[in-house]
């Protein structure tokens, strides 16, 4: 029997129906996909140190790192450089990042020497004279040495990007001039709170006192110490010109930062991606090791104008102070772990 055209329609509108919201969900779901890709992806860096101001290298340099990633992703990545720091201790901060704790950023900057808890031999930076130069310096950072230190953090859950730096500490005095090893003889210096600086300071002759940084202008100013240890850049911050008159280039250690990221952040970016934050990471670790160097020499011309003598150390009597601290040197476990290897061997001979 013959059905005649308007029951034929009749009977397929319920299908004709659900082609049209078929369709219709597949065209929504391709909006959202659309519209998920568009999206960028938002990364977020810190340092862990809250107090640094816009003008300073480090933050001058994360600053790049976030536009250079935009620019070498074609906005596929967006990072928001934090005005602040991560809330809890260094140690805290680290385990926050490794984790992806709430409130914790994807990449951070942190000192070299937090990370020695996680791969020992990032403590070779603050031991002394284990780098002499900015060269020396560089030649690690940029060298094969460099990247296997940061490869060393992938059972960590970390991601090393590049290397940046506060540069090279040195010494600083009230009145004892400092000329020959003999002058550390008896000398009350405030040092870092670690054992690498306090045997040292020790082995040099010197008295190691540990101070809090908030405690060391008076401490200089009664007389309870005679001279203190710590980055050029830092005795004008704290106005130390006030209570000491000389500054002694000695070199003798280097404070090492590291920029890191999240494992899991990194393995969630497309190789492309991951490729363009990797390169904007190691232009931006350059640009603020640049930076950080000239606002050592600007910092001790500003020393130099409100009083400060700076005196460049005789050759002869660096190379006393290394030869004074060789055992440090041989007795830290880093070094014990590496024995003869290509680190252990570049660290005292970079070139």
């Known amino acids: 029997m013959l059905r005649s055209a ?4 009749a009977r397929s509108l319920p299908a004709r129906r659900a082609l049209a919201l078929a369709c219709g969900m597949a065209l929504g779901a391709a909006q959202i996909g659309a519209q998920a890709v568009g999206a960028p992806i938002e990364l977020g860096v810190a340092d862990y140190r809250s107090y640094l101001p816009e003008t ?5 340099a994360l600053h790049a790192f976030a536009r250079q990633v935009e620019t070498n992703s074609g906005g596929r990545l967006h ?6 720091a991560p809330a809890g201790s260094p140690q805290d901060q680290i385990q926050a990042l490794r984790t992806a704790a709430p409130g914790a950023p994807d990449i951070m900057v942190v000192a070299a020497t937090g990370l020695a808890g996680l791969s020992p031999d990032f403590e070779l930076f603050d031991l002394p004279y284990a780098l002499r130069d900015d060269a020396s310096v560089d030649a690690i950072f940029d060298g094969g040495v460099g990247q296997r230190l940061l490869a060393s953090l992938a059972p960590a859950g970390l991601v090393g990007l590049g290397w940046m730096e506060n540069g090279f500490r040195q010494l600083s005095s009230s009145q004892a001039r400092i000329q020959g090893l003999a002058d550390f003889k008896g000398l009350a210096v405030r040092t870092l709170p670690t054992a690498v600086s306090t045997q040292a300071f020790s082995a040099w002759g010197a008295r190691p006192v540990s101070l809090p940084a908030s405690g060391v202008h008076a401490a200089l100013r009664s007389g309870t110490v005679q001279a203190q240890e710590g ?7 704290s106005r130390l010109y006030e209570v000491q008159r000389h500054v002694w280039l000695t070199n003798h ?12 952040a990194w393995r969630g970016l497309s190789e492309a991606d991951a490729r363009a934050l990797k390169e904007a990471a190691i232009a931006a670790s350059r640009e603020q090791r640049a930076g950080s160097r000239a606002e ?8 130099s104008s409100r009083g400060m003598q700076v005196h460049r150390m005789p050759p002869r009597t660096l190379e006393d102070l290394a030869d004074a601290t060789a055992d440090v040197r041989r007795r830290h476990p880093a070094f014990l772990q590496l024995g003869s290897s290509p680190v252990s061997r570049l660290m005292q001979n970079p070139q």
């Open 253 to 264: 250690s280097f404070g090492a930062q590291v920029l890191v990221m999240n494992a899991a």
């Open 79 to 84: 990072v928001r450089v934090w005005p602040g």
């Open 56 to 60: 300073h290298s480090l933050r001058m």
């Open 6 to 9: 308007m029951d034929v329609g």
């Open 296 to 303: 050592a020499r600007q910092a001790l011309a500003e020393l």
């Open 231 to 237: 980055f050029v850049t830092q005795l004008l911050d």
